[in-house]
C-alpha cells in the first residue's frame, strides 16, 4: 500500500466523486482512497467506504457512526490526512473553499474541481499553493484541455485561451422562452450527466463565467486574453492560441473520467483502458457560435466580477448560488437568476480582500441579499 498514492476524495458521492472512484478502482495498482467525505447521502457513502476500506469516512451533515467524522470539520481533516498526497475537491459550491486551503497548506496536491475556491479566492488560493508547497491542477474538462495545450511550453508563449461552452439545453431557445424555461428543462442537459447546481450554471452560462474566473487564476492570464465560445457538441474542451498563431485543442468525447485521470497524474500519463477512445467519424460535424449575452447575461456579469476583483467574485458567486437554490426549489422563474445576481453587484460595496475572513464576509452579504431579493 505504501508503494501507491494515497488519494482523499471530498465530495464523492457527487458526479464527480463517482467519476473519481470509478477511475480510482481501475488504477488500484497506482492509487489508494485515504479518504472520503460527503454531505449527506450515508447510504451511498457507506458502500463507497466498503469497496474501498479508506482510513478516515466523513459525513458532513449527519453521524454515521463507526468511527466516523461529522461536520465540517471532517473535511478539513480528510483533506490534511498524512497519509493523502492527492485531494480530490469534488465539494459544489463555497463550501470547498475551507478544505481547499487546509489541503494546500499541508503542502498537498489538490485536483481542484470545487470551482468556487478559485472564484471566491484566487488570489489566495494561488499563493498559498506557492507558500506552503502545494500544488492546484485543476479537473474541470476546460482547464485540464489548457493544461495539456500549455504543459511543456513557456508561459509567454501562449497568447490567448478559448474555453468552450456546450451552451446548455437552450443555446438555441429565443430570450422570452430562457426566461420561463422549467427546472426539468434547465436540468436536461445534452451532452453532459452532472449534479443538479452545475447543470443549472451551465444553462444559464453561468458555469462558464466561474471557468473564465478560474482560468485567470491557474494560467496567470489577464481577462481580455480569454474567451469563450458555444460548442453544442462538446467534443473540442479548449482552444489555446500561442504568440506565433499556432491554435492546440485538446478533444474528447464528454466524459468527466479523463480529465480526472490527468490530474491525478499529471504531468504524466498512464494507460487507463476505462476511456472511451476518440473516433473523430463517431464525433461527427463540430460546430461553434458567438455566446448570446444579450440572452445569456451571467458570463459578462461574471467577467466583469472578475474584473472587478476584491469582493465582486465572491459576491457574484454567492448571489448566483442562492438564486440557483430558490429556482431548483421553485421559488423563482429561470429568468430571475440573472436579475438576482446583477442587482446583488450593482448594489454591493466592492472592497479589497486578503484574507479568508473578508472573502467569508462578501460571500455571506451575497446570500443575505439574494434572499431578500428573493423574498426568503
Known amino acids: 500500500m505504501s508503494a501507491t498514492v494515497g488519494v482523499a476524495v471530498l465530495g464523492s458521492t457527487g458526479s464527480i466523486g463517482r467519476s473519481a472512484l470509478k477511475v480510482l478502482a481501475r488504477q488500484r495498482d497506482r492509487f489508494h482512497v485515504v479518504a472520503l467525505t460527503a454531505f449527506g447521502q450515508q447510504e451511498q457513502l457507506e458502500a463507497q467506504a466498503a469497496g474501498f476500506h479508506p482510513a478516515l469516512v466523513a459525513l458532513v451533515n449527519g453521524n454515521g457512526g463507526n468511527g466516523w467524522r461529522s461536520g465540517r470539520a471532517g473535511l478539513v481533516e480528510a483533506a490534511t490526512h498524512p497519509d493523502a498526497d492527492i485531494v480530490l475537491n469534488g465539494i459544489v459550491g463555497a463550501a470547498g473553499l475551507e478544505a481547499t486551503l487546509a489541503a494546500l497548506r499541508a503542502g498537498k496536491r489538490v485536483a481542484l474541481a470545487n470551482k468556487e475556491s478559485l472564484v471566491m479566492a484566487g488570489e489566495l488560493v494561488m499563493r498559498t499553493a506557492r507558500e506552503c508547497g502545494g500544488q492546484v491542477v485543476p479537473v474541470d474538462s476546460e482547464h485540464s484541455a489548457v493544461l495539456q495545450c500549455v504543459t511543456g511550453h513557456r508561459p509567454e508563449g501562449v497568447q490567448r485561451l478559448i474555453l468552450t461552452a456546450s451552451g446548455g439545453p437552450f443555446h438555441a431557445w429565443d430570450a422570452e422562452r430562457v426566461r420561463h424555461a422549467t427546472v426539468a428543462e434547465a436540468l436536461n ?148 437568476i440573472a436579475e438576482v445576481v446583477e442587482m446583488v453587484l450593482e448594489e454591493q460595496i466592492v472592497t479589497a480582500v486578503s484574507g479568508l475572513e473578508e472573502i467569508l464576509e462578501a460571500d455571506a452579504w451575497g446570500r443575505r441579499r439574494a434572499g431578500e431579493l428573493l423574498g426568503s
Open 189 to 336: 442537459h445534452p451532452t453532459w450527466r452532472m449534479g443538479r447546481k452545475i447543470t443549472v450554471d451551465s444553462a444559464t452560462l453561468a458555469n462558464k463565467a466561474l471557468e473564465v474566473i478560474e482560468a485567470h487564476f491557474l494560467f496567470d492570464l489577464p481577462y481580455e486574453r480569454i474567451e469563450a465560445v458555444v460548442h453544442p457538441q462538446s467534443v473540442i474542451h479548449s482552444f489555446v492560441e500561442f504568440v506565433d498563431g499556432s491554435v492546440l485543442a485538446q478533444l474528447g468525447f464528454p466524459n468527466m473520467e479523463l480529465p480526472i485521470l490527468y490530474a491525478l497524474t499529471h504531468p504524466e500519463r498512464i494507460p487507463d483502458t476505462g476511456v472511451a477512445r476518440f473516433d473523430p467519424v463517431a464525433a461527427g460535424p463540430l460546430t461553434f457560435e458567438p455566446v448570446r449575452t444579450e440572452v445569456f447575461p451571467l458570463l459578462a456579469l461574471g467577467r466583469q466580477a472578475g474584473l472587478t476583483g476584491g469582493s465582486a467574485p465572491a459576491a457574484f458567486n454567492a448571489a448566483n448560488e442562492a438564486a440557483v437554490a430558490a429556482f431548483l426549489a421553485g421559488r423563482a422563474p429561470f429568468g430571475r
